[in-house]
């Protein structure tokens, strides 16, 4: 079974929905993080939790929010979908007690925004 | 001038090549070093973490960090048709990381 998973892998919707991403992990860390991935553009951070009480905004936060639901579960809203928010989504998690800050990696959520 | 600077390629070598991929920073509070795989269509996979200048070998990839000059690199020896991925470099400050936008690399049969 894998380490980090998303929900749904593939979503298309219109412009205007209010949309869920979800993730979930079984590697017990306690970060976790959103990114949006744009061809040219690279991966970006959205949004990032240290633990369940913590939750900081990253470099494009507009547009969205999380929620936090367990050390496992973290959640990326999109309250009012736009074209331009169709992208390929990663959900990743790493563990502060290694003393690294290496992340680990969902297979991602394809969203595409009509 | 982005923080992380990375040759999109794509790259194209044969099958055995040596590959060398590359990024330059600005930002000198970088600590930690990294460098991701990803496969079309998946998820960016580890491959190489550094945290100090130097090298670190695993297998047929050498990871090489010059601080001084804000330079990391990723050596491919024996470079196989399996190695045809886009390789992310990434670097760390207060546990967030920067990406640069990845170089696509492509290894003909």
């Known amino acids: 079974d894998a380490d980090v998973t998303q929900t749904p892998r593939n979503r298309i919707t219109k412009t205007g929905k209010r949309i869920m991403l979800e993730c979930s992990q079984t590697?017990?860390?306690?970060?976790m993080y959103w990114y949006r991935q744009d061809p040219g553009l690279g991966l970006r951070l959205i949004y990032y939790?240290?633990?369940?009480?913590?939750?900081n905004k990253g470099e494009i936060s507009d547009g969205y929010s999380v929620s936090r639901q367990a050390q496992a579960k973290f959640s990326l809203s999109l309250e009012s979908a736009i074209p331009n928010q169709t992208a390929l989504y990663f959900c990743?998690?790493?563990?502060?007690?290694?003393?690294?800050?290496?992340?680990?990696f969902g297979p991602g959520t394809r969203l595409l925004v009509l | 001038q982005k923080e992380v600077e990375q040759d999109p390629g794509p790259l194209s070598v044969p099958e055995g090549a040596i590959v060398s991929l590359n990024c330059t920073y600005s930002?000198?509070?970088?600590?930690?070093f990294m460098w991701y795989r990803q496969y079309s269509r998946k998820g960016p996979e580890l491959l190489m973490y550094?945290?100090?200048?130097g090298n670190k070998e695993d297998g047929r990839f050498t990871a090489q960090v010059d601080k001084s000059s804000k330079y990391i690199s990723l050596f491919i020896r024996d470079s196989q048709p399996s190695d045809s991925a886009t390789y992310l470099c990434?670097?760390?400050?207060?546990?967030?990381?920067?990406f640069g936008k990845g170089t696509m690399l492509l290894v003909s049969p």
């Open positions: 939790s240290f633990d369940v009480k913590d939750i």
């Open positions: 990434a670097m760390s400050e207060r546990s967030t990381l920067t």
């Open positions: 930002n000198s509070a970088f600590q930690y």
């Open positions: 990743a998690t790493s563990d502060p007690m290694t003393g690294r800050e290496t992340q680990y």
């Open positions: 550094t945290y100090s200048s």
């Open positions: 590697k017990g860390h306690d970060r």
